[in-house]
């Protein structure tokens, strides 16, 4: 008879406690659903996506500015656009000068072997800086380049010596010999533009080589584009 007591007495505790963990639960689930039922999600935050890149200028420069000062040219770079008769002072992508030009009898085309006429293409630097030329200031170019010479080389049109002496010149930034066959002597110079006059040399206005003499030192890079 105890025994039995005992039993029912701990299977009615469980029973019991049963039934209060049941009543908890619903109780938690009712103030939960109760709780969240007055809240106003908040809308997610867009994610706003980089912004995109400017595009790459198509030009040497990327805005204008013809007023530019002189004396805030540190880092020019001179564009000669032969077709156009065009020549471009270039400062940090800006354009600060843009002066008309002449050139030889034979304009179109690279420069091949000397007396040909033609102004020669591609990537050249100033050399030297003659403030007494003939026509009136003058800013030698590095022509021919190592690269002219290595092609002239190749192809048998100078002979080794030659070669040496036109690399030697560049790499001192001196005025490279003109008494070979890829011949030189190319100046930008003045002495005016009004029509091509010159033997292969790039001219300009008595101002305008006034101005590029005050601001261009050796070293200077100039593109020359056909």
């Known amino acids: 008879m105890e025994v039995r007591r005992r039993i029912l007495w701990r299977i009615g505790l469980h029973l019991f406690c049963g039934a209060l963990v049941g009543a908890a639960l619903c109780s938690c689930s009712f103030y939960q659903s109760l709780f969240q039922s007055n809240i106003t999600p908040r809308p997610h935050a867009k994610v706003q996506p980089p912004p995109a890149a400017p595009p ?70 100033v050399c030297s800086k003659n403030s007494s030329s003939q026509f009136y200031k003058s800013l030698g170019i590095n022509y021919p380049s190592p690269r002219n010479a290595e092609s002239a080389l190749s192809c048998g049109m100078i002979p080794y010596n030659d070669y040496c002496s036109i690399k030697q010149a560049n790499d001192v930034m001196r005025l490279p010999p003109s008494n070979t066959a890829l ?14 006059w010159t033997l292969g040399c790039i001219a300009v206005q008595n101002s305008a080589i006034e101005e590029l003499f005050s601001v261009v030192q050796p070293g200077t890079p100039v593109f020359i584009m056909p």
């Open 183 to 196: 011949g030189g002597q190319i100046f930008i110079h003045g002495g005016g533009c009004q029509k091509d």
């Open 56 to 125: 790459e200028c198509e030009l040497p420069y990327c805005s204008v500015d013809l007023d530019f000062p002189l004396f805030l040219i540190s880092n020019p770079k001179i564009y000669v656009l032969k077709e156009q008769r065009r020549l471009w002072l270039i400062q940090d992508k800006t354009l600060v000068r843009d002066f008309h030009i002449a050139l030889g009898p034979n304009p179109k085309g690279d420069k091949y072997f000397r007396g040909d006429g033609r102004t020669p293409e591609g990537e050249y630097f």
